[in-house]
């Protein structure tokens, strides 16, 4: 079955400092990923998404994701965190007609 | 274009109680969702639509229905809440050509009492 582990629950950086937030997945073919961002009390937004091709991946706001299959991993990276990058982000897994959602890590960042 | 909109955004329920919530969508899209969001569990799916008339289950169902009779409604039923239903609740929908991107609404705060 698919499913998907973000393993850091909470995460605290100093802003200007870069930024790794790590997914690891279970699928049995290629599959289709995502990550999304939720700020609070916001629904969620789509940061990028892979489907195919170049495993390094670029989305808005200056992240990008990079595709490792002998790792099935897929981490989110930012060289240089903003203050309003703080929120709540998810990875999820593309199942039919539906995603599986990571359990999320919420990013704090420090002044 | 509103995007996804959902109404209300906080409800309070007493045990017992039932209500619906509302989610609509102005960008023709098939595909359209309910989720829950847990505290430290990510959010589950309730139940999806591939289109008017076209609704199935999701990962966590019981306790609710869904309805489709439009593209641009997507109800979600809560007939006899209880204090499990507590959570925030997500519509999303993605269009047929891109079903694999969600766009989502702003979710409903429940709490039921």
Same mark, same amino acid.
């Given at each position: 079955a698919?499913?998907?582990?973000?393993? %850091?629950?909470?995460?605290?950086?100093?802003?200007?400092?870069?930024?790794?937030?790590?997914?690891?997945?279970?699928?049995?073919a290629?599959?289709?990923? /995502?990550?999304?961002?939720?700020s609070?009390?916001?629904g969620?937004?789509?940061?990028?998404?892979?489907?195919?091709? %170049?495993?390094?991946?670029?989305?808005?706001?200056? /992240?990008?994701?990079?595709f490792?299959?002998s790792?099935?991993?897929?981490?989110l990276r930012?060289?240089?965190?903003?203050?309003? %990058?703080?929120?709540?982000? /998810?990875?999820?897994?593309?199942?039919t007609?539906?995603?599986?959602?990571?359990t999320?890590?919420?990013?704090?960042?420090?002044? | 274009?509103?995007?996804?909109? !959902?109404?209300? #955004? =906080?409800?309070?329920? #007493?045990?017992? !109680?039932?209500?619906?919530?509302? *989610?609509? !969508?102005?960008?023709?899209?098939n595909?359209?969702?309910?989720? $829950? !969001?847990?505290?430290g569990?990510?959010? #589950?799916?309730i139940?999806?639509?591939?289109?008017?008339?076209?609704?199935? #289950?999701?990962?966590?169902?019981?306790?609710?229905?869904?309805? $489709?009779?439009?593209?641009?409604? =997507?109800p979600?039923?809560?007939?006899?809440?209880?204090?499990?239903?507590?959570?925030?609740? =997500? *519509?999303?929908?993605?269009? $047929?050509?891109?079903?694999?991107?969600?766009? =989502?609404?702003?979710?409903?705060?429940?709490?039921?009492?």
């Open positions: 698919q499913s998907v582990t973000q393993p %850091d629950i909470h995460i605290t950086v100093s802003e200007g400092a870069s930024l790794e937030l790590r997914c690891n997945y279970s699928y049995g290629t599959p289709y990923l /995502f990550w999304y961002v939720q609070p009390g916001q969620l937004q789509l940061l990028l998404k892979y489907f195919s091709g %170049d495993t390094l991946v670029q989305g808005i706001k200056g /992240f990008e994701a990079e490792k299959r790792q099935s991993s897929f981490n930012k060289p240089s965190v903003h203050w309003s %990058d703080a929120a709540e982000y /998810f990875c999820a897994v593309e199942g007609y539906k995603y599986i959602f990571g999320g890590t919420r990013l704090k960042v420090l002044a | 274009n509103a995007g996804v909109t !959902q109404t209300p #955004k =906080f409800r309070i329920l #007493k045990i017992g !109680q039932s209500m619906t919530l509302q *989610c609509a !969508q102005d960008m023709n899209h595909y359209m969702y309910w989720y $829950r !969001q847990d505290p569990m990510g959010l #589950k799916l139940y999806y639509s591939v289109g008017a008339g076209i609704t199935d #289950k999701g990962e966590v169902p019981n306790g609710y229905n869904v309805s $489709r009779s439009t593209t641009e409604d =997507f979600l039923r809560l007939e006899l809440a209880a204090p499990s239903q507590t959570s925030v609740y =997500f *519509c999303a929908s993605s269009p $047929r050509d891109s079903v694999y991107e969600q766009y =989502f609404g702003p979710g409903t705060r429940l709490t039921v009492t």
